[in-house]
């Protein structure tokens, strides 16, 4: 059994209020179980006041965490704030670790990290959790993909971290207070633990058709649309301007891959030679379409998702992360769907939603069985 304590502040400068009012909250000396770990999201402003640094000091054990827009527990939410849940339990025991620096070789990277957050006589991990960095040369499905191949796919959940700033600068992840722009940070799940996923992401009726394919492509980065630069292909169908591509955010690309699958794609950067950059993977020979979606549909789809949850399981324990590419459809309502989250779960269950740049999340394949995925404006729930 895993219980979830939760506690904010939207205390910036002064620190040791903002520690205080995170421990008054918690109430550890009452609540606190045999292991535990601590998962923080937060605006980056918190980080460069100090306010992470010395709640992983005062904090009794691990923490890791990531920058985010907008995030809530409960019915406190908001941008200025850092939210942090502890979980702990009598019979399930937590293990952390940060990566080395990722971008030159991810695989190794997670093979490192994965060793020393699971070694051989702790036997197979229930769950990892995972809060990742932004990096341009490394996508959201490489994350997956190598961490997959060190654990031999232990089921994974978590999110590229976020930042509230259209062109996604300051993104950073942390463990123990030490923050990183270029390392993975990691929780694994060692006892009986049977996490359940729950996915919203972009339905048929919401795809607008392009006629687009890609024509020239390496991992995430996207070089030629129909033959064209990504930038000009995108100028013609009136979704950028003079290389501009910040409104791109709100029409998420639907990918149809040569296999008949499709994923969402959010993209985020231009590079000096007009290609742009994308959080996963946008494969060469893909056909493009785009997402047509506004502030109803994000807000109904999400609520469809906690009420299912909710009448499924009625109380409980639940991480949640929704796309960024989501936030910047809501514009100045973005709370919204925090608020619909927190009205659906009710008072039975504990909750943390944060925002964030690419969700990783299990989803069964056509066979039938649970894969390790990476999503892009979808949301997503973990229920523990």
């Known amino acids: ?12 400068d002064e620190v040791e209020t903002s520690v205080s009012e995170i421990l008054e909250q918690l109430d550890l000396e009452h609540r606190l179980l045999a292991s535990s770990v601590g998962i923080l999201s937060f605006h980056p402003d918190f980080l460069e006041s100090g306010v992470v640094r010395a709640l992983a000091d005062a904090l009794p ?22 939210v942090v849940t502890v979980l702990t339990s009598d019979d399930v025991v937590f293990r952390t670790g940060v990566s080395r620096a990722i971008a030159d070789d991810p695989d190794g990277a997670m093979r490192e990290l994965y060793a020393r957050v699971a070694p051989p006589e702790m036997g197979r991990p229930s769950l990892l959790f995972v809060y990742a960095p932004v990096l341009d040369k490394v996508s959201g499905d490489d994350l997956v993909r190598a961490l997959d191949a060190a654990s031999g796919c232990v089921p994974q959940f978590g999110s590229l971290a976020t930042t509230h700033l259209p062109d996604f600068s300051g993104i950073e992840t942390c463990a123990n207070g030490e923050h990183h722009a ?63 591509i910040s409104g791109i955010a709100s029409f998420p690309f639907v990918l149809t ?27 060469e020979g893909a056909e493009l379409d785009f997402s047509d979606s506004d502030a109803e549909f994000i807000i109904n789809s ?18 949640i992360f929704s796309c960024a590419g989501r936030r910047w459809v809501l514009g100045v309502t973005t709370e919204r769907e925090m608020e619909e989250v927190a009205r659906r779960l009710g008072d039975s269950f504990a909750s943390q939603f944060a925002y964030s740049g690419g969700e990783i999340c299990p989803v069964k394949n056509r066979d039938g069985r649970q894969v390790n995925r990476f999503h892009n404006f979808s949301m997503v729930a973990c229920a523990l």
């Open 61 to 82: 054990f691990d923490t890791v965490g990531g920058t985010s827009s907008n995030v809530s527990i409960g019915g406190a939410m908001g941008g200025l704030m850092l």
């Open 302 to 319: 999400t609520g469809e998702t906690a009420a299912h949850l909710a009448s499924t399981l009625k109380t409980g324990n639940v991480l």
């Open 182 to 244: 270029d390392a993975l940070a990691l929780v694994a799940f060692f006892g009986d633990v049977s996490p359940k996923f729950y996915l919203t992401g972009i339905p048929e009726d919401r795809v607008i058709r392009q006629r687009a394919t890609i024509t020239s492509a390496v991992k995430n980065r996207i070089q030629r649309i129909n033959n064209l630069l990504p930038t000009d292909y995108l100028e013609s169908v009136g979704l950028a301007e003079n290389g501009d």
């Open 257 to 283: 891959l040569t296999d008949g699958s499709k994923v969402a794609r959010s993209v985020y950067k231009t590079t000096d030679e007009g290609h742009i950059l994308a959080f996963g993977d946008t494969p």
């Open 1 to 12: 059994m895993i219980r979830m304590l939760t506690a904010y502040t939207r205390e910036i």
